[in-house]
């Protein structure tokens, strides 16, 4: 069994997404969006609060109702994601895939598509080693490739030659939920090192944030709000570190030689790819934009 890494904990936001697509599963757009493994990757409270969270009564009490209301809304936004992300991947099959600050992604044993293909999961060490306890005795449609990266201090090269990444083909690569916790040195390196390391026909899928007053306020009402009732927040040891304008986006990307197709906020996509919402405005600074070298 992989043990967790020194340092810095497993990330808890890579739990909560997850948490969130369980919360999802069978509940929200079922014919658009369906993630049935999502709730076989959670210790027995984390998968508690889903079970609660399903619940379409609240439960009593404040902590365990933030807890709730923050996976129900969280549902929403997770399942507007993987649904524009599985297809955009589906999109143009490629012979790998790279999933960047990979947490708990289970496309690797969800997506069918994914069969023969080389996938790749890069994640802080930690994180990763968390994953991989978590997916123990799980059938993978294609076992991924572990690379242990810190995205903001270590190359993302040598760590993908050592699991056999080939630089010579096309590579669809997912950069979701990760880039704001990234500053903009490290998302700025990180989509150079990318380019490098993407051959003709590569393409760039990655979910940002841009700058919102209804994320940040949220955000701090809802840490000092756990702070007050003794609650857990995930987002404790994981601050947002960077929010990108859609120009500020397009133009780092095409900096480093990409060439944007679409760049759409998940409210609107919610709308094309129908997944019918309640939290509109909640949505609206979640991005994602999907780029081809
Ligand atoms: C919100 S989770 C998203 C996980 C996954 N992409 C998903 O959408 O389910 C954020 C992920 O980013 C990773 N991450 C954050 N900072 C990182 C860094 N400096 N290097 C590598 N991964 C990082 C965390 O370990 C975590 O797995």
């Known amino acids: 069994m992989a043990e967790a890494a020194p340092g810095r904990p497993a990330s808890r936001t890579a739990v909560l997404v997850a948490q969130a697509r369980a919360v999802a599963d069978g509940r929200i757009a079922p014919d658009r969006f369906a993630d049935p493994v999502a709730v076989r990757l959670l210790d027995d409270t984390e998968r508690a609060d889903v079970e609660r969270a399903r619940d379409d009564s ?8 933030m807890a709730y209301e923050l996976l129900r809304a969280t549902a929403e936004q997770m399942a507007v994601r993987t649904v524009t992300v599985d297809d955009a991947i589906r999109a143009a099959a490629t012979p790998q895939v790279v999933i960047l600050g990979a947490g708990l992604d289970d496309r690797a044993w969800r997506l069918e598509e994914l069969a023969g293909v080389t996938v790749v999961e890069v994640d802080h060490p930690a994180s990763q080693a968390d994953k991989r306890r978590r997916v123990e005795g799980l059938e993978p449609v294609s076992a991924p490739r572990y690379a242990a990266v810190d995205l903001a201090t270590s190359p993302l090269g040598p760590a993908l030659a050592t699991v056999g990444f080939d630089e010579t083909l096309p590579t669809t690569w997912v950069w979701e939920g990760v880039v704001m916790y990234l500053a903009p040195p490290a998302v700025e390196s990180t989509v150079g090192q990318v380019a490098a390391l993407s051959a003709p026909g ?5 979910n940002y944030a841009s700058p919102s007053w209804v994320t940040l306020l949220g955000r701090l009402v809802f840490v000092r709000l756990a702070r007050l009732t003794g609650g857990e927040t995930p987002f404790a040891d994981e ?3 960077s929010a990108w304008k859609p120009e500020g986006m397009g133009r780092l990307l095409t900096r480093h030689g990409f060439r944007v197709d679409t760049d759409d906020d998940l409210a609107a996509t919610a709308q094309s790819v129908g997944v019918e919402i309640q939290h509109r405005a909640r949505l609206r600074p979640f991005r994602i934009v999907v780029a081809r070298r």
């Open 239 to 241: 601050p947002n570190r």
């Open 202 to 206: 590569s393409r760039l899928i990655v």
């Open 58 to 65: 609240p439960p009593p009490g404040w902590r365990q109702r």
